[in-house]
């Protein structure tokens, strides 16, 4: 039996965005009737009414919201009250990356990763991964792990990988987590370890992982750090089954 696949980059809009400080903290007030707009417009969102939301939501990025700058970018990206545009989804995913928002930086460089609304460009990709993570986003370091783990762009080096899954994983990222007991499960950057990589599956498992859950059942069906258990294994495996496929992460 094989253990789950490893986690792709995906777009992770707003998981682990990192707020500015408001006009107030600032010693200022906001414009009259700005925080109203992108209430209505987040109001809006929830109910699915992506059409006027996404006005509103332009109206107050326009007025400098970052938030609601990453709120576009989503709904360009995904087609929520228009049609999918990338280009459009670069441009307010590079507005709050200006701003200095990290998950901005982190959704660029999906982007770039990808070739949605740009070239691909690996070395771009990085780049704003990079930036991101170091401002603290476990996102952006579980991706720089990834293009590590699958040499893309750079050479295939899995001892940096695990490092930047660790670091991710400090951060409670499930996908790190499960990243970390795949590279202790087959010995790459580490001495094989099962016993490690039971332990990582079991954390990103307890926060919902189903690849994890997948790869706890292929450890006790094949006795690997635990006893054989097909009870244990099948256990593990219908969880995997049941749990609910992740939603894409919201504010």
């Known amino acids: 039996m094989k253990f789950a696949p490893l986690a792709t980059i995906l777009i992770s809009v707003f998981a682990y965005a990192q707020p500015r400080p408001t006009p107030q903290q600032n010693g200022t007030n906001p414009p009259a009737g700005q925080?109203?707009?992108?209430?209505?417009?987040?109001?809006?969102?929830?109910?699915k009414n992506y059409v006027p939301a996404l006005r509103a939501f332009e109206e107050s990025a326009d007025a400098g919201n970052v938030e609601a700058m990453m709120y576009l970018g989503l709904m360009y990206s995904e087609g929520q009250g228009t049609a999918v545009n990338f280009d459009e989804a670069v441009t307010w995913f590079h507005k709050a990356a200006a701003?200095?928002?990290?998950?901005?930086?982190?959704?660029?460089?999906?982007?770039?990763y990808q070739g949605r609304g740009v070239p691909q460009r690996f070395d771009l990709a990085m780049r704003w991964?990079?930036?991101?993570?170091?401002?603290?986003?476990?996102?952006?370091?579980f991706n720089v792990g990834?293009?590590?783990?699958?040499?893309?762009?750079?050479?295939?080096?899995?001892?940096?990988?695990?490092?930047?899954?660790?670091?991710?994983?400090?951060?409670?990222?499930?996908?790190?987590?499960?990243?970390?007991?795949n590279l202790y499960q087959k010995g790459l950057g580490a001495a094989l370890d099962y016993v490690e990589a039971m332990k990582w599956?079991?954390?990103a498992a307890n926060m919902g992982n189903r690849s994890a859950m997948?790869?706890?059942?292929?450890l006790y069906e094949n006795g690997l750090g635990v006893a054989p258990d097909a009870d244990e294994a099948r256990r593990w495996y219908a969880k995997s089954a049941e749990e609910p496929e992740p939603a894409p992460s919201r504010p």
């Open 35 to 47: 925080a109203a707009i992108f209430h209505r417009a987040v109001t809006m969102y929830g109910a």
């Open 99 to 112: 701003a200095g928002d990290s998950q901005g930086m982190c959704n660029l460089g999906s982007l770039y």
């Open 129 to 141: 991964f990079r930036n991101s993570a170091a401002s603290g986003n476990n996102q952006a370091m």
């Open 146 to 181: 990834a293009m590590y783990r699958d040499g893309a762009g750079v050479p295939v080096d899995y001892a940096e990988a695990l490092t930047w899954f660790t670091k991710s994983a400090d951060g409670e990222n499930d996908k790190a987590m499960n990243s970390l007991g």
């Open 201 to 203: 599956y079991r954390s």
């Open 214 to 218: 997948f790869n706890i059942g292929v």
